[in-house]
């Protein structure tokens, strides 16, 4: 491994985000430093995997050396370690492009993941980031990288200490490989264990043992390379040959994660389309899950030979699974763009999307609380199908799980749900907000708690969206327990709990001066019998939005005109009761407290009085007068 002599080199420095980021990887990610085998294996078999669906393009890449392999040299005693493919390859300009700057998205949010971050905890997530590359910087004080892209007559020459420049330089094609890139590690002092036999090959075999490309072992520069992994693709194994650990170990190299997958799938679909799947559920949240462009992370292999792993493959609400489709039906020849569009893609498609489905489904079944941790990780991005995936919306109900009002914390099904229903009870009611313990306890579900029916309390943001698309579970409609009238007349209340009197005329005759008091601020104001211990609240028309819904979307600055609430007023309350008796004298408290009751109503929905000076004005003349 002698060094390569420097012709014309230039020094440039890093893109500022890449300067930071590299100071953070040697800075605050010091554990599990193995981590840069991963990565740097990871990088050369993707090489190798471009070069394979290049030459089915131009067969002349491989040239006399079709096998493709990765080779580590290790060189303990200079205290220097080497990565070596014979896959794509890197001309000069990409060597600056890809190591040089960071035009990922995935850089700045992994800077703040890091900076957040307990030491240690760091490095799992390094190669979910696309900045797999620098953690070399974590073992090496120097890092070399010599490259000829494939089919080029010129080799350059990247090199780096990693405290802020690069140099670049063109080398005699002798120094480099003949196609393909070494990545050259000299080691730091606290980092010579990396360049022994026996901890290279552990490690490499524990990390990467599944990559779909042969890894060789080389224990010094001038020994023979021994193979030490097979590269014959996993998904390819029959299943019962293979154990959990494989499947684990493989999920990690696969996705960058460090946890135990929740659910592995590995089958071969046989009819129409022939095609392997091997796809994980992981066991814990990936950092991307809520990232705007929603997507998925399946790879598209044909015959072995990768194809992209921009296939969508699995719908969008489904993108937290992690693995791969390898297909035998379809044509290796034909571009991406094509193999996107075909009938044949969307036949896997839908057979893909179905089975996970169908796998979490037996998971409820088979073993509850690993599905609830399942649903605790991915729920609110499931949902997203309810109005997403019209065809598919029953089977996502079904695998739905809810906190309600009777769930005391606990996760329940529709299925729970319906065997719970009250005799007269026709609809699942739900009420959305963004706090679990203040929606519970909200006043528009008095009335049901009263008569002991269930609520679903929807706090996650996508809920407000799917439940205005119309659902029923069962032949039962999904109601909203705060918009339009409650119907709960119908239901007998719970033992203990008296009847509501009907309102008195008094009380009527109130209700109807606060509608002509409040004018079109509100649609409507009417006795309630949702109401059981507050005085009022508020409730949205029986057609349009939920009021949830209406707060989403005015917040988002896409909301033009707010529809207008329903005052519910509680004729039973004391204080209705007192105000109700007032005299026609007192018009002016009158009007006051039709407008506090309003602004009541509002603030327990977590709102601003609707008028705050107002607000202020009438609230000091009611208690002026109350203190005499
Ligand atoms: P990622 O692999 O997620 O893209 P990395 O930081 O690991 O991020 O690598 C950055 C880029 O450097 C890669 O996308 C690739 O273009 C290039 N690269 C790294 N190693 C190699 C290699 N051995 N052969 C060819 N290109 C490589
Ligand atoms: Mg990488």
Not at 316 to 336: A, K, M
Not at 376 to 388: H, R
Not at 546 to 558: K, M
Request: with cysteine.
């Amino acid at each position: 491994m002698s060094a390569a002599t420097e012709t014309n080199a230039t020094t440039r420095p890093f893109e500022a985000d890449v300067a930071k980021l590299l100071h953070l990887m040697v800075h605050s990610v010091y554990s599990e430093k193995d981590v840069f085998f991963r990565e740097l294996i990871a990088n050369a078999a993707d090489a190798c995997e471009k070069l394979r669906y290049e030459a089915l393009s131009d067969g002349s890449l491989l040239g006399e050396d079709p096998d493709l392999r990765i080779t580590l040299t290790l060189d303990p005693e200079n205290r220097r370690l080497s990565v070596e493919d014979n896959g794509i390859g890197m001309s000069e300009a990409e060597l600056t492009d890809a190591l040089g700057t960071i035009a990922r998205s995935g850089t700045k949010a992994f800077m703040e993941r890091v900076s957040g971050q307990k030491e240690g905890e760091n490095s799992q997530f390094i190669g979910q980031f696309g900045v797999g590359f620098y953690s070399a910087f974590m073992a090496a004080d120097k890092v070399d990288v010599v490259s000829r892209r494939a089919g080029s007559q010129e080799a350059s020459l990247w090199s780096s200490d990693g405290l802020g420049t690069y140099s670049l330089s063109a080398i005699d094609l002798g120094e480099a490989p003949a196609r393909g890139t070494r990545v050259t590690l000299h080691l730091k002092e606290d980092a010579a264990t990396f360049a022994e036999s026996y901890t290279a090959e552990h490690t490499v075999k524990e990390q990467s043992g599944h990559v779909p490309v042969p890894i060789f072992l080389r224990e010094k520069p001038d020994a023979e390379p021994k193979r030490i992994t097979d590269g014959t693709a996993l998904w390819t194994r029959p299943k019962s040959e293979i154990d959990a650990q494989e499947y684990t170990d493989f999920y990690r190299s696969l996705a960058g994660q460090f946890d135990d997958p929740a659910l592995t799938l590995h089958y071969r679909a046989e009819g129409v389309q022939e095609y392997s799947v091997l796809a994980f559920v992981p066991g814990s949240k990936p950092f991307d899950l809520f990232d705007p462009d929603r997507a998925g992370r399946m790879k598209l292999y044909v015959r072995r030979v990768f194809i992209t792993d921009e296939a969508e493959i699995l719908p969008r609400y489904l993108r937290f699974v992690r693995g791969l489709v390898d297909s035998s039906d379809l044509p290796l020849n034909v571009s991406r763009e094509m193999i996107q569009e075909s009938r044949a893609l969307g036949l896997i498609r839908k057979g893909v999307a179905n089975r996970v489905l169908s796998e979490m489904n037996k998971l409820t079944e088979k073993d509850a609380p690993a599905y609830t941790r399942v649903w605790e990780n991915f729920g609110p991005v499931l949902k997203e199908g309810l109005y997403e995936d019209f065809e598919r919306r029953d089977t996502l109900l079904a695998l739905s799980r809810f906190k309600t009002t009777a769930s005391g914390g606990e996760w329940r099904s529709l299925k729970d749900y319906v065997a719970a229903m009250k005799e007269g009870q026709s609809a699942i009611y739900f009420a959305t907000g963004t706090d679990l313990d203040r929606l519970a306890s909200s006043p528009q579900i008095e009335g049901f708690r009263a008569r002991g029916i269930e609520v679903l309390l929807l706090t996650d943001q996508v809920d407000s969206f799917w439940v205005t698309s119309g659902l029923d579970f069962e032949g039962k409609p999904l109601k909203s327990a705060t918009q339009g009238l409650a119907d709960l007349g119908s239901i007998p209340l719970s033992e203990g709990e008296a009847a509501p009197a009907p309102a008195s005329e008094e009380a009527s005759s109130f209700i109807a001066f606060v509608k002509s008091t409040l004018g079109d601020i509100v649609s409507d104001v009417r006795a309630s019998d949702r109401l059981t211990t507050s005085a009022v609240c508020l409730v949205a028309p029986e057609t349009g939005m939920d009021r949830q819904l209406e707060r989403l979307l005015a917040s988002a600055g896409r909301l033009d005109k707010a529809a207008k609430p329903i005052l519910e007023i509680n004729p039973r309350h004391d204080l209705v009761e007192r105000l109700s008796r007032l005299g026609d004298t007192e018009t002016g408290l009158r009007e006051d407290a039709a407008h506090l009751l309003f602004d009541e109503a509002r603030i327990a929905d977590g709102e601003a009085p609707l008028d705050p000076r107002g607000f202020s004005d009438r609230l000091a003349r009611v208690l002026s007068r109350a203190a005499g």
